[in-house]
């Protein structure tokens, strides 16, 4: 485990009466994209919501960038330099574009280079060609897009990438998987919650597959690929 930049550890949290996680244990390194893979109700949103704060842990340790941050409220924890992207999107949809970018810009950590409209315009040309349109006027995968390049805008040390493929059209995914690979590159560690095993595959290291809000399998993708038996018990429908 090189470089943690996240670790969780006995994590637990639940809705009302019903608890959900039982002791969500990973990690994430510098620069590496982990799949949080498994069916519907396994978990997965709910363990990005419990790390980010959304939703109270019960129990547990979330440690980021070496600081324990289970309990902080989520607008700290952002602030600390880990980005969230949920799967409703959540854009301002009566800012255009480049306002929309705006809100979401923090300052780069010493010795990073920040993230512009320019460079993430790169990223997403679909966004520079309409850097002047309401968000309201967009469609799902166009304001996917701009959700991402938002919380890239904060200059995030890590991204939670919640469902980024669902429901979105293949030429929408395959930009998807572009930016997650360019947050690769600049050494943006990426936790992604994903049912698609192809989309897993494009851009992700390795692969942790939920069942009952536990953690039953953990691998390279290659692995996961190669094993059909646990695909059949754990990700098929």
Same mark, same amino acid.
């Given at each position: 485990m090189a470089d943690p930049v996240l670790q969780v550890a006995g994590l637990r949290a639940g809705y009302g009466l019903a608890e959900v996680l039982f002791g969500v244990e990973l990690h994430l390194s510098r620069g590496e994209v982990a799949a949080l893979m498994g069916r519907n109700g396994a978990g997965k949103s709910t363990t990005l919501k419990a790390i980010m704060g959304l939703l109270p842990p019960r129990g547990g340790s979330v440690r980021f960038a070496g600081e324990e941050i289970a309990g902080w409220a989520p607008f700290r924890i952002a602030r600390r330099g880990l980005g969230?992207?949920?799967?409703?999107?959540? &854009?301002?949809? !009566? +800012?255009?574009?480049?306002?929309?970018l705006e809100v979401g810009r923090r300052p780069a950590p010493p010795g990073h280079?920040?993230?512009?409209?320019?460079?993430?315009?790169e990223v997403f040309p679909n966004l520079a060609e309409m850097r002047h349109r309401r968000a309201a006027a967009m469609s799902g995968g166009e304001q996917q897009m701009l959700t991402i390049a938002r919380t890239l805008m904060g200059n995030p040390e890590a991204v939670l990438?919640?469902?980024?493929?669902?429901?979105?059209?293949? &030429?929408?995914? !395959? +930009?998807?998987?572009?930016?997650?690979?360019?947050?690769?590159?600049?050494?943006?560690?990426?936790?992604?919650?994903?049912?698609n095993l192809d989309f897993a595959a494009a851009v992700a290291d390795r692969a942790l597959i939920l069942e009952k809000g536990t953690v039953r399998w953990q691998g390279s993708i290659a692995a996961l690929e190669a094993d059909e038996d646990v695909r059949r018990a754990y990700l098929t429908v």
């Open positions: 969230y992207v949920p799967e409703d999107r959540r &854009v301002f949809t !009566e +800012l255009t574009v480049a306002e929309n280079p920040a993230w512009t409209p320019e460079r993430l315009f990438l919640d469902e980024p493929s669902e429901g979105l059209a293949p &030429v929408i995914v !395959e +930009l998807m998987a572009e930016a997650v690979l360019r947050m690769k590159q600049e050494g943006i560690a990426v936790l992604v919650s994903e049912q």
